[in-house]
């Protein structure tokens, strides 16, 4: 099943159940699908919701962020719960071991040597970790490798 209809399913079951929460988050990712389709005037695949659904959660990490810093815990308990509902239509999210991991290796096979060379590897390893890990965690894996190398 495709994680568009995935969504779908899931905002016809919180409005089923009346969780307020849940419908209106996924329907707002709902709306970043259909506005990127309407713009591109493309049917998206389940990489490009992925890539969506990543978007919506790092705004999401920035509001709670705001909201910790204006000292509005209702704010900060809402985004993170809108966090946790987004989180679950993405891969399992690899841990600081496995990203690493898989950073040696493109470094090793882009040859790698020093920071310079960031973006070729960034370009090995993004491919490789769509949807389980987010560009900012990656980015500070490859500059810790390519540094400690």
């Known amino acids: 099943m495709s994680l568009k209809i995935r969504i779908n399913d899931e905002v016809k079951t919180a ?5 307020e929460l849940r419908k209106k988050t996924l ?9 990127v389709e309407v713009d591109k005037r493309i049917d ?3 990489d490009a919701v992925m890539a969506i659904l990543q978007r919506e959660i ?14 509005r815990a209702d704010l900060a308990a809402d985004a993170q719960s809108e966090i946790e ?5 993405l891969p399992k999210s690899l841990t600081p071991q496995e990203l690493d991991v898989i950073v040696k290796q ?10 310079a060379d960031m973006g070729k590897v960034m370009k090995a390893v993004m ?3 769509a949807g389980k890990a987010a560009g900012d965690e990656v ?3 490859v500059k810790r490798n390519l540094t400690a190398g």
């Open 15 to 19: 409005l089923k159940m009346g969780n």
């Open 27 to 35: 329907r707002m990712v709902q709306a970043a699908i259909k506005q």
């Open 44 to 46: 998206l695949d389940d």
């Open 58 to 71: 790092k705004l999401r990490k920035e509001a709670l962020e705001e909201a910790n810093g204006a000292n």
């Open 85 to 89: 509902i987004l989180k679950e239509f």
């Open 106 to 115: 493109a470094i090793a096979e882009a040859g790698a040597t020093s920071a």
């Open 127 to 129: 491919p490789k970790v």
């Open 139 to 141: 980015s500070a894996a």
